[in-house]
């Protein structure tokens, strides 16, 4: 079962940044797209930024020009870099990347256990 870790959440002051990390916590073939969600209380989850493995990207609106998502494809690992943060994305952020966990295996989603991102004075 190949799981994904995140890390870099926190409390921030709004116009703040953070960057998240994401990366399988163990070894794995091949990781394709890659993509960071947020979901708060009672909303459905949500894409913020999306990264396949040619780096090619896509952002929901709420993203574009503050937030900026990347990758490291050598360590299978994933960023969100995020800035001029405000109350409003405050959430818990999900990674979700396409995992091949190993030769001959199919290529499946999974999701990371979240990270809270919380934007307050």
Same mark, same amino acid.
Request: charged content about 15%.
């Given at each position: ?39 708060? =209380? ?12 040619? *780096?090619?990207? %896509? ?19 994933? #960023?969100?870099?995020? %800035?001029?943060?405000? =109350?409003?994305?405050?959430?818990? #952020?999900?990674? #979700? *990347?396409?995992?091949? =966990?190993?030769? *001959?295996?199919?290529?499946? @989603? #999974?999701? *990371?256990? @979240? ?7």
């Amino acid at each position: 079962q190949v799981q994904l870790a995140e890390t870099g959440g926190g409390l921030v002051q709004p116009g703040g940044s953070l960057r998240l990390s994401c990366a399988p916590a163990g070894s794995v073939f091949s990781v394709l797209n890659m993509a960071w969600y947020r979901q708060t =209380p009672g909303m459905e989850r949500a894409l913020v930024a999306i990264i396949n493995q040619e *780096g090619s990207t %896509n952002y929901a609106n709420s993203a574009k020009g503050r937030f900026t998502i990347s990758r490291d494809n050598a360590k299978n690992t994933c #960023y969100l870099q995020m %800035n001029n943060l405000s =109350p409003e994305d405050t959430a818990v #952020y999900y990674c #979700y *990347g396409e995992v091949i =966990p190993d030769v *001959g295996q199919s290529l499946r @989603g #999974y999701w *990371g256990q @979240g990270t809270q991102v919380t934007v307050s004075s």
